[in-house]
């Protein structure tokens, strides 16, 4: 007994010993690719030696002689804090992930091959202007001196996650970052998903009436009543078009929808300041991240020096400051994607029908690579309209009658595409008038840009603006017959017919996604908008005041009530509040009445260390699929982000919408407070299954915690907790202080969408003008500045956003000099 105990001993010893030894090779091999920010660097491919301070907070100062060196430091920066970023994001547009990941991630190239994003950047490269070719090419050189560099000098691959994913790094070339503009305009775009969605819920629903209760448009001008989508085709539909399995979501770049782009942004001129000068304020609204998709960098350009926030692998500070301007950016909305569906030639699959007869599909084979398993050959096929796209993406399949395909117009599939030298432009621009005329030039995404220079506020809406047909079908609302004339698009709108506003009387200017403009069709800019919410709160904001400071732009941007609490809960519990008699303790009735004594006394307020906003969004979400899921069966899951509009006409019985309150498969008919009193019910279980029964407990926080998740490594056993950053928040799905619930899920609040970058620009002293991000500067979990400014972006805190090189190098933790061979 005492040998084997004496053999176990010795085992696990070496067990211990070997598990140490290989944590300590593992940490070495680690930091052999942390950043080096204090050295002398010869580099080849610059006209003069540029000095990079870092602050104490990991932001890189750019200082250069010329513009060329500008944009080589700060295409070296984004390699030495983001080489693994950038490679992932350079390999999703190129639809290469498989070559590392594996079949997993197949489906997303297969998806990524058919944008054909890559080869369309590479034509695109032709069409800059000579100053953006010449930022793009000065870019690739310096990240590319960074890849030497860490070659050279072993430098541990350049990143940790390279010794987990053996992937090989190639030269960053210009048309890699204009690929990576174009899948940004993917990642924020939602009307291909809103039309599929549309078609489904109309193949769904027995009466048409009800289309417009649950996807609602924005108030405002009416729209006129649109066909029945299975009308549209002489081949019929199922009415309850079945979903189609989705992949796991691993590196899925195509965000669900309502989790496309966001943001807030807003300005006020000289007469609505207390310092007489114009202020900026923005909070562009991504998919949280870790690291974050934005990192905070200043230039040196021979225009002036700009600060504010860029993406790694594109060579642009996409929103910001200088001395006398600064630009800020929110999603549009633009419709700038119509869904056709093709007829295929019953004779021969290789045609499709058009107005004028059969032609054939342009076809190309595409190999993807597969790590551990087979190529797959992949043929792309592209029609007049755009692309042919897989049933299997977008539950394409529930939508597209037999013999038909799905093809997808959007402007961002252009080989002409220039916002590569619009974003340039903006960032160089000195007025109003000068970003203007840069916002020409932009095509996709298009973008409402917000912005100020010393005495005026202004906002643009860039991007192509496709021109439609009067007749067409379904204003391109719906998926529509691609064979008939008037539903093709007809070229683009003169940039002219983009909504602008300068200088408007009231001296405020701003968006929060809402309705910009209401013009007929085809005229109109969007039917689908990101916001009717938020904009009510922030207009009580900004005319609460007569003039406004810094200060109180960031108490706007920071501001948590939700305006749809307050509309919605007297309309939902009108019949339910004090109408009982005392119920005893622990029994359902007496939890619904403290529920409701809580909700009566609360003023809308999404605080996280409260319980209210709990109970509200667990009630709410309960309403929504009690009064949906008889009447669209499995689609009410696609339904997965609560509509107050919709709720709000259910309870205001607008146009006959009560009738979702009667539940169909039941002999009674219930009343909207019979729903109300049931998902009260219902939520009430939930939480007391999730969070305890305690409900003056609760914390909105703990349900409501921002995951900023590792796109390769958040889902690790034991690395995910060094990789993931989780921080209880406030704010909620209609809040200025945005934070967009996952929807679905056992944790259905978990806040996954919010404003990664804040920024609040004071041009009466600009060098005291704020930004942050939600994590830190470096991509690497072992620096320090991997998660360092996310429990200030967390409490609602700023970092300094100053241009004055002293104060920079007053605090730097590092200064790299590179210098001419």
Known sequence: MALIFKWLFRLASAVVVLTVIGVFLAYYLASRSLPEYD???????????????????????????????????????HAQDRLWQMTLLRRTAQGRLSEIFGTRT????????????????????????????????????????????????????????????????????PADSIALVKLLALQLSDQ??????????????????????????????????LPDYASLFDVPLPRYAQATAQPDGFLDVIPPRGLAGASNAWAAAPGRSASQATILANDPHLGLTAPSVWYLARMNLQSGPVIGGSIPGIPSLLVGRSDSFGWALTSSYMDDQDLYIEELNPDDPQQYRTPTGWKRFETRKSI????????????????????VLPGSQFNLNA??????????????????????????????AQTIEDGIEAGRAFVAPSMNVTMADRTRV???????????????????????????????WQGM?????????????????????????????PNHMSYSWGDSQRVQRWQTLMQGRKVHTRDSFVEAQLDTVSTAARTLLPLIGRDLWYTESAAPEGTPERRRQEALRLLADWNGEMNEHMPEPLIYAAWLRALQDRLIRDDLGPLAGAFSHVEPLFIERVYRNVGGASAWCDVIRSARVETCTDIARLALDDALVWIGETYGTALGALRWGDAHAALHKHQTLGDVPVLRYFVNIRQSTSGGDQTLLRGRTMGTGPAPFTNVHSGAYRGVYDFADPDSSVFISSTGQSGHFLSRHYDDLGQLWRRGEYIPMSLDTDLARAASVGVTRLVTP
């Open 192 to 225: 291909l998903k809103d039309e599929v969605l549309r078609a489904r819920t109309s193949l769904a629903l027995d009466d048409d009436l009800r289309l417009s209760d649950i996807l609602p448009d924005m108030p405002g001008t009416g729209t006129a009543a």
């Open 493 to 521: 709108m003169p940039y002219s017919a983009n909504p602008v506003f300068v200088a408007p009387q009231g001296g405020i200017v701003g968006n929060t996604n809402n309705k910009v403009v209401d013009r007929p069709f």
């Open 399 to 428: 939508v597209t009658p037999p013999g038909h395909v799905a093809s997808l117009a959007w402007t961002a599939l252009s080989a002409q595409d220039t916002s590569m030298s619009a974003a340039i432009g903006l960032m160089m």
């Open 368 to 387: 993807i690579e597969i790590k551990d398993a087979a190529p797959i050959t992949v043929t792309l096929r592209w029609t007049d309209n755009g692309p």
């Open 106 to 173: 197949a489906d997303v190239d297969t998806l990524l091959r058919r944008f054909d994003l890559h080869r369309l950047a590479i034509e695109s490269a032709r069409f800059q202007d000579p100053r953006t070719l010449d930022a793009l090419e000065a870019y690739s050189a310096g990240v590319n001196a960074r890849i030497e560099e860490i070659n050279a000098r072993s430098l541990g691959r350049g990143a940790p996650e390279f010794f987990i994913f053996d992937a090989a790094i190639a030269p960053w070339q």
């Open 39 to 77: 050295k002398t660097l010869p580099v080849s491919g610059i006209t003069a030696d540029i000095e990079i301070v870092r602050d104490n907070n990991g932001v890189p100062h750019i200082l250069s002689l010329s513009d060329r060196d500008a944009f080589f430091g700060l295409g070296y920066t």
């Open 458 to 488: 202004a906002l643009q809406t860039v991007g192509a603006m496709p021109r439609r047909d009067p007749a067409h079908q379904s204003r391109g609302r719906m998926p529509s017959p691609g064979w008939i004339a008037q539903n093709r």
